[in-house]
């Protein structure tokens, strides 16, 4: 009988860089592929029951999966330097709340679209576009420099 193949279980950092994103950024694209795989790993067998549930008075699985999902893509539109919209505001208003339409699955698809959009992004740019200054939020405040 055929042996099953293995998952890669290297950390992307060390898998070396990712292609066509600038080395600046090398290190959030590993952080975000290395979450995309694990949100999809540990949670490969996870029971549906418990995605809403509120454990110890913690926020749910489902919480932390809309709020990752949210966070990447607000983080992504203050980097393209616009304005959240109307539907982010809506989204972040409902992070938490159990949805019909909400299950693992679609949760974790969620979060890999935006990983991707993400690299995409960062795919298109140099370090020199990276330096551009960018405003954060309502009160356009602007990042430290460091």
Same mark, same amino acid.
């Given at each position: 009988?055929?042996?099953a193949?293995r998952?890669d279980t290297?950390?992307y ?5 990712v292609?066509?994103i600038?080395?600046v950024?090398?290190?959030a ?12 790993e ?6 549906e029951?418990?995605?809403w549930?509120?454990?110890e ?8 999966m809309? $709020?990752?999902?949210?966070? +990447?893509?607000?983080?992504? #539109?203050?980097a393209e330097? @616009?304005?959240l919209?109307?539907?982010q505001?809506?989204?972040?208003k409902n992070?938490?709340?159990p ?10 698809a969620?979060?890999s679209k935006?990983v991707?959009?993400a ?5 298109g $740019?140099?370090?020199?576009? +990276?330096?551009?200054?960018r #405003?954060?939020?309502?009160k @356009?405040l602007?990042p430290?420099?460091f």
């Amino acid at each position: 009988m055929a042996e099953a193949p293995r998952k890669d279980t290297t950390e992307y950092w060390l898998r070396g860089p990712v292609k066509d994103i600038p080395a600046v950024l090398q290190p959030a694209a590993h952080a975000l592929l290395q979450s995309s795989k694990e949100l999809n790993e540990y949670l490969e067998d996870f029971p549906e029951e418990l995605l809403w549930e509120k454990l110890e008075g913690k926020a749910s699985i489902g919480f932390h999966m809309q $709020h990752m999902t949210g966070v +990447l893509d607000r983080m992504m #539109t203050y980097a393209e330097g @616009k304005s959240l919209t109307d539907a982010q505001f809506e989204y972040l208003k409902n992070e938490g709340v159990p949805n019909g339409g909400l299950d693992i699955n679609s949760l974790k698809a969620a979060f890999s679209k935006r990983v991707e959009d993400a690299l995409q992004y960062f795919k298109g $740019h140099t370090e020199e576009t +990276l330096k551009e200054k960018r #405003t954060v939020g309502r009160k @356009k405040l602007y990042p430290p420099r460091f």
